[in-house]
Structures are given as C-alpha cells and as structure tokens.
T-cell receptor
Framework: GENVEQHPSTLSVQEGDSAVIKCTYSDSASNYFPWYKQELGKGPQLIID?????GEKKDQRIAVTLNKTAKHFSLHITETQPEDSAVYFCAAERSFGGGKLIFGQGTELSVKP | NAGVTQTPKFQVLKTGQSMTLQCAQDMNHEYMSWYRQDPGMGLRLIHY???????DQGEVPNGYNVSRSTTEDFPLRLLSAAPSQTSVYFC????????????FGDGTRLSIL
C-alpha cells in the first residue's frame, strides 16, 4: 500500500547549524507534499508544502525540495534556533486525493544552544 | 477564530465503555478528518468527511463511527473501547479535499484501561 518513510527519527544540531530531514514515498500518483511541525502537547502545524509541478520552495529559513523521479522530498532548515526544536512530519497526498494524507513516522529535532 | 477545537483534552475509559470525541471548526471548511497518533507510527487516518452528510473510511476505521450533520462538527464515536485504542486523537479541517493545507486541533489523549 501507500507508504512514506522518514529519516532520521531523531536529529540533534547546534544552534546556527542546518538540519535536513528526508522522506521517500511509494505512490507515484502522489502530488502534494506538506510538512508539519508538532510541539509538545499541541497538534501538528503546517510549515511549508510543495506540489509536484515545483522542484523547490523556500520560506525564510525553511525550504523543501522534491525529486519526483526518485520519489524523494526533503525539508531544510537553516540557521536553526532553539525554538525549532519539535517533531517534524512529512506527508504525501494524491492529486484529488480526498485529503487523505499519508504521514511519515516523524523526526524529533533538538537544537542545542 | 478559534480554529479547530477538540474536547475533551484527556480521557480515561475502561474496556467496553463508549464515548464521543468532539471536534468543531469555525472556518467554514468543507473537509474534516480524524487521525490517531501512536509512537513511531506518525498519524493514521481513521475517517473523513468531504462535506455535511458525507463520510468515508480512512486507513484504520475499525471500532470507530463518525457522522457529519453540520459543516462545523465532526464527532468521533468509540462504540466499545479496547486497550488498542489508547492513543492521541487529532481532528483536522481544510477548505476542500483537494490538496489543501489541513488545520489540526490540539488533540484528545485517550487511555483505555
């Protein structure tokens, strides 16, 4: 069935360093790829998304890249800050997929001051 | 706007009891959904609704019922609680079901003894 693999499961970086989280999806019909940030005790919050007609998208310190041929997409956070510490989830959805997101397993990011 | 509101925030049940998890949104979103989050497994879709009066099953629907009588509300019912249903439950909504950002509530933490 449809599957999204996310790596690494934990990531620890020093403040100011960059962090990269990678996801691989199995369904070639996937067309929409959001990233969510989840802080402790809260629900996931969308931080950036990308559609398959775009290879890269950037929003300040956050960027996402997509390689549809390889079925990979990645989240890049530059100049990390302690408030970036959270669990990050990638997800994939088909075109007109009925809102049915398939989530990765999550990455716990820790940014050390 | 309150966004997506879930009640209760915490609940402890005994095996075999029934209960309803409430979800309400004030953004006039057509699409609503329920996910469960378990350690190391990301979020998995339970049920979803593309509009009032329309519901459908997601990835893990067994043991749960839903209804959507209004645009605003999408309750999730556990008919006979089982320990395997111990989880954190998240409700989400989006403008439509077609590759749109989904807005999540802060979750209901449910323990089944």
């Amino acid at each position: 069935g449809e599957n999204v693999e996310q790596h690494p499961s934990t990531l620890s970086v020093q403040e100011g360093d960059s962090a990269v989280i990678k996801c691989t999806y199995s369904d070639s019909a996937s067309n929409y790829f959001p990233w969510y940030k989840q802080e402790l005790g809260k629900g996931p919050q969308l931080i950036i998304d990308i559609r398959s007609n775009v290879g890269e998208k950037k929003d300040q310190r956050i960027a996402v890249t997509l390689n549809k041929t390889a079925k990979h997409f990645s989240l890049h956070i530059t100049e990390t800050q302690p408030e970036d510490s959270a669990v990050y989830f990638c997800a994939a959805e088909r075109s007109f997929g009925g809102g049915k997101l398939i989530f990765g397993q999550g990455t716990e990011l820790s940014v050390k001051p | 706007n309150a966004g997506v509101t879930q009640t209760p925030k915490f609940q402890v049940l005994k095996t075999g009891q029934s209960m309803t998890l409430q979800c309400a949104q004030d953004m006039n979103h057509e699409y609503m959904s329920w996910y469960r989050q378990d350690p190391g497994m990301g979020l998995r879709l339970i049920h979803y609704s593309v509009g009032a009066g329309i519901t459908d099953q997601g990835e893990v629907p067994n043991g749960y019922n839903v209804s959507r009588s209004t645009t605003e509300d999408f309750p999730l019912r556990l008919l006979s609680a089982a320990p395997s249903q111990t989880s954190v439950y998240f409700c989400a909504s989006s403008f439509s079901a077609a590759n749109q950002p989904q807005h999540f509530g802060d979750g209901t933490r449910l323990s089944i003894l």
